[in-house]
């Protein structure tokens, strides 16, 4: 026993030191090189009634486009356009008050977003990119697809991710952190593997080694714990010091956490079997502009409050989607801003959705909701099927497609903001409706209605993954005792780990 464990400790030194440095590397980053940004969000504004001079439909007429797959409003450069999708999926925009399209209007709108997100005005832009696919810098725990990237020659080479279609700012990385996420792809996640096989063979082998840790350090328990008597005999006739003493008394003291590190890598590495599909699992009827009898600057609603608008289609009707800014007690919501003129969160006001049906101008209540179970249903076996959502059949799991016909509905509610324990800040989409399902494995869809999207999908056994990674993973056991606390606890904790491998690996070299 004692010859296995000194054996499949050294197959596994070079692993336990790449992951353990790469470990350490994570709370290191998130506390002392933390970037930050002067605007993580696009601030509220109204759209007064006077901008919108021409409808929709005039400007589709105007500039002969007879088919679309929605449209929504915003303003940059003092001016305020129609952001249109056609069929192919490209974003046209046309000034609401002329109709005439901006030439190359998308990648404007991008250096726009990204110049306001870091309130850079003067740093000349070094590249403009269009991102359609996650890369070894732009990771999928970024969530959307596809996204311009700007990268402005300034010295900290800033790298600025949006995404057009919703005006949201995906990531930012500096060259600080550009280094780290690829020291973390890279000796963390193992991507290399990837360049040189396929991403099956990169799991296996993580799960193999970190299956050979686990039993590594489970032998050294057996061995150092359990067979303690018999060392001791040995040690009367040959007392252990120095590296060996310190090799024996770490290695106690840390091989729990060893065992949680091992077994919840494993765990969460069984999870990365399926390919990231979300970024396509988005519903996009087509509309014809003749059928949309009502004109958006006709909407009989309380303008002083308008954000936004756009098209859906249900229950063979078409609805404008309408964001308003919410009322509170008589008066309006402004946002607030802090010492240092950013957006104070608690003070962010809540977006009011309401849908008015084209033909009928009325209003239609509690139809938000009814359109995510829709969604949900769309994106798992009720509605015609989207080619997206043929193209992504085949690799989901079939375990995993319960059909929701006759499914009771638990529980619904809207997500405006992001939850630790189910609907973190990992998923970016915000707000959802969280929607769970009578299911075996109590299916819960989380969707985005604003973008007609499916944000999440989480099972019972992804909520225990999630809980393993959490608790055995990242420490959030400790999470009473504050962040600052428990990273330091992990990073301990690894560090140890760390020190008795290569106190190991020494006394292997001696022998």
């Not at 726009?112 to 403009?128: A, G, I, T």
């Amino acid at each position: 026993m004692y010859q296995w464990h000194r054996t499949i400790g050294i197959i596994t030194i070079i692993p336990v030191i790449l992951w353990t440095l790469s470990g350490l590397m994570h709370p290191f980053m998130a506390h002392f090189f933390k970037p930050e940004i002067a605007h993580e969000k696009l601030a509220f504004e109204t759209i007064p009634q006077n901008k919108l001079s021409l409808s929709i439909q005039e400007v589709l007429d105007k500039n002969q486009i007879r088919q679309f797959t929605n449209f929504r409003i915003v303003a940059f450069n003092n001016t305020t356009y129609y952001q249109v999708k056609n069929l192919i999926g490209d974003l046209l925009y046309f000034d609401a008050s002329n109709g005439k399209e901006l030439e190359n209007g998308d990648s404007i709108y991008a250096e726009w977003l990204s110049r306001y997100f870091l309130d850079d005005q003067k740093s000349p832009v070094k590249k403009n990119e269009i991102i359609t696919e996650f890369d070894n810098q732009y990771k999928y725990v970024n969530r959307y697809l596809p996204v311009y990237k700007i990268t402005l020659d300034r010295p900290d080479t800033m790298e600025v991710y949006v995404e057009t279609s919703s005006g949201k700012l995906a990531t930012f990385n500096p060259s600080s952190r550009q280094f780290f996420i690829w020291f973390f792809d890279t000796f963390h996640n193992w991507s290399f593997i990837d360049a040189i096989s396929n991403n099956s063979i990169r799991i296996i082998t993580m799960i193999f080694l970190l299956s050979i840790i686990g039993f590594s350090a489970i032998s050294g328990i057996v061995i150092y714990g359990f067979l303690w008597k018999q060392f001791k005999k040995s040690d009367r006739v040959e007392p252990k010091k120095g590296i060996r003493k310190y090799h024996r008394k770490i290695g106690i003291w840390i091989s729990l956490f060893t065992l949680t590190f091992a077994f919840s890598g494993a765990y969460h590495a069984t999870t990365k079997w399926d390919p990231y599909t979300l970024d396509k699992m988005v519903y996009e009827p087509s509309f014809k502009t003749r059928e949309i009898a009502l004109a958006n600057n006709q909407l009989d609603l309380d303008w002083n409050r308008f954000q936004n608008a756009s098209l859906i289609t249900f229950n063979d009707s078409i609805y404008y989607r309408c964001e308003l800014e919410e009322k509170a007690k008589g008066k309006f919501k402004k946002p607030k801003l802090d010492n240092n003129s950013k957006w104070n969160k608690k003070d962010t006001p809540k977006t009011e959705v309401v849908y008015i049906n084209a033909a009928t101008n009325k209003i239609v209540p509690n139809l938000d909701l009814q359109y995510a179970e829709f969604l949900a249903y769309y994106f798992t076996d009720g509605a015609p099927k989207a080619a997206c959502c043929e193209m992504m059949s085949p690799e989901i799991p079939e375990e995993s497609e319960v059909s929701l016909e006759n499914v009771k509905l638990l529980e619904s509610k809207v997500i405006t903001n992001f939850e630790n324990r189910e609907y973190g800040f990992v998923n970016k989409r915000l707000p959802v409706i969280k929607l769970v399902y009578d299911t075996p494995e109590k299916t819960t869809y989380f969707i985005e209605t604003a973008t007609s999207r499916l944000a999440a999908k989480i099972t019972n056994a992804d909520i225990a993954e999630g809980y393993s990674f959490a608790i055995l993973h990242k420490f959030l056991f400790m999470d009473w005792a504050g962040k600052n606390i428990r990273d330091l606890t992990m990073v301990l904790a690894a560090l140890a780990i760390l020190i008795v491998s290569v106190l190991g690996l020494i006394l292997f070299i001696r022998k």
